[in-house]
């Protein structure tokens, strides 16, 4: 009886066009009840769009959707949710200011009162373990909580199709754990699940069958319990995968950069703030900084960089040299460059030209200033240069930088720092939503700027990344850092524990006795 | 003081406060809704000419306020355009609203100087309120009664309705609401709307309520106080009431200082001045109390990008 | 017919200069169509305000003295704006710089020497620029809307006008009438065309334009500037104070709309009365729009308005028009320039192919 029920979900030849790029080309898969199914691709594969169309959100410009055999329109995301769809999204659109029933009550179409409303959240959260405060403010929540209310948020209309849209990103391993209980809890209860990833040891963990997408294109549709990730991997980035070349046999110089007991207050923003932090990077090291999001992350590389400082000289030297109470500027001509994690409005001007970004953080190291005038021929020069070496798809300087692909103006924004031979670079998410070639492009520059004797900090959240890409790795949770340790002898279970807050033999010490 | 002129004092500063708080309590649905709209002096001054032309020619003031607030509201429609559909810069579209306004209010308001019309005054029976303290409860213009109804109404819509909910909703996060499936630029349109059909009615309260002659510029900078008491407010509807009234007393102190001719020993121009620079002193104590985040809606006055 | 828009790739530099001269062609067209709907002869309204005052020699002189406050004004403004502070109290700066220039004018009129002007010139932007302070304050202190605080100022500024000229500086020869005495010789504006009114304010006008240009699109100041209006996180991390810029910002702004006003002092008006706030502090925000922020733009963009102010005050004698019409012209070009900005960053295409905009 089972291979006669009809797919859940049936995508025919779904085709959708942008000006001048094709989103999805001709891609058709099915989902079966209470499947888990992974759809997976590289950022930029389509995977977001086709959700999206499936969602209601877009429509597609050719090709059907099939709901339980039969063909449907999705005009809107509430006729979406009429069928049985549900969606998390990997952005959350929650309501900071609002409460997690109000919250909740925003994304039911139907008018429930606020009494049965709650008795019905409640109920929910007891069934799948997803435990909140219905009447705590959403701002006051951690991150994974905050996927916790839109999970419940899409359980009680009782879905037949839940869509997870990248949904570990910003959690830690063990919170990777719990989700995957309840998602099996649910496929088991005949709700199928549209899994997308790009992760691939969570897809052979979690999904029963995965579609590969690459361009636009399906690629393939898997067993990935059968497949190998590598196997995988070459699917959804097409050529042969390029390791990260280190030069063998590297040794470190002396300590370059020192940083002591670092703290900031806590600023007007939600960011956690620096606490007590203490690393040393030696000429030619990487040191990777692991952590879920919003643990001091931004607040550690704003401190770095000189955007927060204090007057404690001496919390951070250089070569011996104390630069913590220093602005921006002088740090940057004392060798110190830095990379924010927000690309657009932080790191460049979204509506200045890549010539004018440059003047942004090369104009003292590289002399574009005479005067108080600014030698935009300079700029040009250095701009052009970035391009050429970092392949960075643009006209030309003049370019707007909010005209460039996001993986674009961050190779650009590296190339920025990277050419201005920084004695020390500190990177947050060198390489977030750029694709496989870029990334990899990025990565080998971060090695060769280290090669030849910087030190540098990589804060990321990607631990396949930080695992490849650097010597020494500490991990940060609510401000504090754990002591650095080499990459080859920390576990991916240890990383783990220590995001959630675990600290052994540290947190200890900070008691005191 | 006597009671007899403390409460002429209350009924003169609960009128002073009315066409402010009317028009605040719009502008706090609309900044609720995430717009900044600058354009209340303009849209009161709009709502302030078509009130008296409508007294003027009818003699009926239910008339003469439904007119104002639909002229209000009218040209609150020209902002809503220009910055929900065409996502235009919302502070210079709401400057350049308050200009227009003026340029209207003077333009059609000149045919009317030197012509008085009446006072919209109490509708109760006058034996209701023969004891003072009477006056105080059954002594007021119908203007007055609206107002306090509609803090209680904007109240009880932004907290209590599911609409109030989505309006809030938008207000916060604009691209979560969208991607939910509200409609962020028709609630932001009925938001305005809503803020421009105050304004009007506000404007209405200066023939109607306050000064029964026409005056260019007659509102006198009254709707660029309303929109400095919302963010004293902090956006909440009955510490608008309270902080309206604050500015009515401060009013009041100008009205009687001049027209009992002795203005102390400050010249009465401080006396002008006074509720604009109470306006700056209320708005650097509200800063010096609120502790590093604010209580302004999130998107407030940032245009809606949905296509990111 | 349908249409969709479609974003460009680049704002497009045609578009932003061409579109300014758009809004004052609709602006005439609807103009017209309005006024002669409302009752007016729309046509001859349209014809006094706009092409008389550039048809008529005789009123040359008229745009060269009225467009040269308003460009100094809105230089200083614009460069507020790219800032993204938005001072809005312009009046205000302007009538402390005239009262600032008074002062002075009233403490040296027993004296004489060229070093009067100079002195009456550097208190009025002085004055301007003590108007702004605290808006600035405010702002970088404290996190308070300068958009409120410096227009509030402005109605002080204009009560401690009145309450000056009605008291302590009262000409006590003036007939009772609330303005101050004549300034003398040496505290007036020299002409610089004989037979003419066109004073010394029109070249420092142009100089003050071209000198602001020059510093907005060549230095590291203007730069600051910038990037602190387009992304204020971008300019700390660029090592920019946004404190530091919303203060040179305001004091710059303050400076100039102070200036604007003792040139006006000692200018065309020659003494203090009642009557001097003339709305230049309001009507250069417009200038400053209609400029596109440039300050090169907002030469032209001061001459357009001038011209609508002196076409107005012709309109006015000659087609009975309301001087309140002025104000319906000039904000309709400020409607019609905000709506038209889209096509700066979008291109309108006709046709019905549904091709949304990239996700």
Request: proline content about 5%; overall charge positive; hydrophobic content about 50%.
């Amino acid at each position: 009886m089972e291979n006669t029920r009809p797919n859940r979900l049936e995508l025919i030849g779904i085709t959708k066009q942008f000006p001048g790029v094709l989103a999805n080309d001709n891609v058709s898969f099915a989902v079966k009840p209470g499947e888990i199914h992974a759809l997976l691709g590289e950022n930029g594969a389509g995977k977001s769009t086709l959700v999206k169309m499936i969602y209601g959100i877009m429509q597609p410009n050719a090709g059907e959707i099939r709901w339980n055999g039969e063909t449907v329109v999705v005009p809107n995301p509430k006729a979406a949710r009429k069928l049985g769809i549900g969606m998390v999204f990997q952005h959350f659109s929650l309501f900071e200011a609002l409460t997690v029933l109000e919250n909740i009550a925003l994304g039911m179409d139907a008018k429930i009162p606020a009494r049965e409303l709650e008795a019905r959240i409640r109920d929910v959260m007891r069934t799948y373990g997803l435990l909140l405060d219905p009447h705590r403010t959403v701002a006051t929540l951690s991150v994974g909580e905050r996927q916790r209310i839109e999970i419940v948020r899409a359980l009680l209309l009782n879905p037949k199709l839940l869509i997870m849209d990248e949904p570990t990103s910003v959690l830690t391993p063990q919170e990777v754990e719990q989700l995957f209980t309840v998602l099996r809890q649910l496929a088991s209860e005949g709700c199928s699940i549209l899994y997308i990833s790009h992760k691939l040891h969570e897809i052979k963990a979690l999904c029963d069958t995965a579609t590969i997408l690459r361009g636009g294109k399906k690629v393939d549709t898997c067993d990935p319990r059968i497949e190998t990730s590598r196997s995988m991997a070459e699917k959804m980035i097409g050529s042969g995968l390029k390791d990260i070349v280190k030069p063998e046999g590297r040794r470190f110089g002396d300590a370059k950069l020192v940083v002591d007991t670092l703290s900031t207050r806590k600023s007007g923003h939600f960011d956690v703030p620096v606490d007590r932090v203490s690393f040393t990077v030696r000429a030619g090291e990487i040191l990777g900084i692991a952590g879920v999001a919003g643990n001091g992350q931004n607040a550690l590389l704003d401190a770095l960089s000189g955007e927060i400082h204090g007057d404690d000289r001496n919390a951070i030297t250089i070569d011996g040299r104390g630069i913590g109470h220093l602005d921006t500027t002088e740090r940057r001509k004392q060798g110190l460059c830095a990379v924010p994690e927000e690309r657009n409005g932080h790191a460049a001007v979204g509506d200045f030209s890549l010539a004018e970004n440059s003047v942004l953080t090369a104009r003292d190291r590289l002399g574009m200033v005479m005067l108080g005038l600014i030698n935009s021929g300079a700029a040009k020069t250095y701009t052009g240069k970035v391009i050429a070496d970092f392949a960075v798809k643009a006209l030309g300087p003049g370019s707007t930088a909010g005209s460039l692909s996001g993986g674009n103006l961050q190779k650009y924004i590296m190339g920025r720092e990277i050419l201005q031979k920084p004695s020390v670079l500190v990177v947050s998410q060198p390489t977030w939503g750029v694709d496989a070639g870029a990334a990899a492009a990025i990565h080998q520059a971060l090695v060769d700027l280290a090669a030849a004797g910087s030190a540098i900090v990589v804060i990321s959240q990607d631990l396949d990344e930080l695992r490849a890409l650097c010597d020494t790795l500490a991990v940060i949770n609510m401000g504090r850092l754990s002591a650095a340790r080499p990459v080859k002898d920390i576990s991916i279970e240890e990383i783990g524990l220590l995001m959630g807050g675990v600290h052994g033999g540290e947190e200890r010490d900070a008691v005191p006795a | 003081m006597s009671t007899e002129l403390l409460i002429a004092v209350i009924i003169t500063l609960i009128g002073a406060s009315t066409p402010i708080l009317i028009a605040a309590l719009g502008e706090l649905v609309v900044e609720k809704s995430g717009v900044l709209n600058l354009g209340v002096e303009g849209m009161m001054l709009i709502g302030a000419v078509v009130a008296f032309a409508v007294t003027f020619a009818t003699g009926n003031h239910w008339l003469a306020i439904l007119c104002a607030a639909i002229a209000g509201s009218a040209s609150s429609m020209i902002f809503a355009f220009l910055t929900l559909t065409l996502s235009a810069n919302q502070v210079a579209t709401g400057l350049a609203l308050t200009i227009f306004g003026t340029g209207f209010s003077a333009l059609f308001g000149q045919a009317y100087t030197g012509k008085p019309i009446e006072l919209f005054r109490s509708v109760f029976p006058a034996e209701l309120a023969t004891h003072p303290v009477w006056r105080l409860v059954f002594g007021h213009s119908p203007l007055v009664y609206f107002s306090l109804i509609m803090v209680v109404a904007v109240w009880f819509f932004l907290k209590k309705t599911r609409t109030g909910l989505i309006l809030r909703a938008v207000g916060e996060n604009d691209l979560s609401a969208h991607s939910i499936g509200y409609s962020v630029v028709l609630t932001r349109y009925a938001a305005v709307a809503f803020g421009g059909a105050m304004a009007g009615i506000a404007g209405s309260c200066f023939p109607l309520l306050l000064t029964p002659q026409w005056a260019e510029r007659l509102t006198a900078g009254r709707g660029w106080i309303a929109l400095a008491l919302v963010v004293f407010a902090a956006w909440r509807p009955f510490r608008l009431l309270a902080g309206a009234y604050l500015f009515g007393l401060v009013m009041t102190i100008e009205l009687y200082t001049k027209a009992s001719g002795s203005t102390g020993f400050l010249p009465s121009e401080f006396w002008a001045a006074l509720p604009y620079i109470a306006t700056i002193v209320v708005l650097v104590l509200i800063s010096l109390r609120r502790s590093g985040q604010s209580a302004a809606p999130a998107c407030l006055g940032k245009p809606f990008m949905p296509a990111q | 017919m349908q249409f969709r828009l479609e974003k460009r790739p680049e704002p497009s530099k045609a578009m932003l200069y061409l579109t300014p001269v758009g809004a004052v062609l609709a602006t005439a067209l609807v103009g017209a169509i309005v006024f002669s709907l409302i009752g007016y002869n729309g046509l001859g309204a349209v014809r006094e305000i706009f092409l008389t005052p550039l048809l008529n020699p005789l009123k040359w002189q008229d745009l060269a003295v009225k467009s040269a406050p308003l460009i100094i004004i809105a230089v200083g403004l614009s460069i507020g704006y790219r800032a993204n502070v938005w001072n809005i109290g312009a009046e205000g700066q302007y009538v402390l710089g005239g009262l600032a220039g008074t002062g002075i004018a009233l403490l040296t009129r027993d004296m004489s020497g060229p070093w009067i002007l100079p002195l009456m010139i550097g208190g009025g932007v002085l004055g301007g620029m003590a108007w702004a302070v605290l808006p600035a304050l405010l702002r970088t202190r404290l996190q308070v809307n300068e958009i409120l605080t410096s227009l509030m100022l402005t109605y002080v500024a204009i009560q401690l006008l009145n309450y000056l000229v009605i008291g302590p500086w009262k000409d006590p020869m003036g007939f009772g009438f609330p303005q101050t005495r004549m300034f003398t010789a040496d505290q007036m504006l020299p002409t610089i065309i004989p037979r003419t009114i066109v004073h010394l304010g029109v070249p420092i006008a142009l100089v003050v334009a071209v000198a602001a240009w020059f510093m907005m699109s060549r230095s590291v100041f203007g730069y600051q500037v910038k990037v602190v209006g387009a992304a204020p996180d971008a300019a700390r991390y660029g090592g920019f104070s946004v404190n530091r810029t919303i203060w040179l910002a305001l004091l710059t702004s303050g400076a100039l709309a102070g200036l604007a006003g003792v040139l006006e002092a000692a200018g065309p008006f020659g003494r203090m009365v009642p009557s001097f706030p003339t709305n230049y502090g309001f009507t250069a925000i417009i200038v400053a729009f209609l400029g596109r922020l440039n300050p090169l733009g907002i030469i032209f963009a001061g001459l357009a308005m001038a011209i609508a102010v002196v076409g107005g005050e012709v309109a006015q004698t000659t087609i009975k028009l309301p001087a309140a019409a002025v104000g319906i012209f000039q904000s309709m070009m400020l409607f019609f320039l905000l709506a038209s900005d889209l096509l700066v960053r979008y291109r309108v295409r006709f046709g019905d192919r549904t091709v949304e905009a990239r996700a």
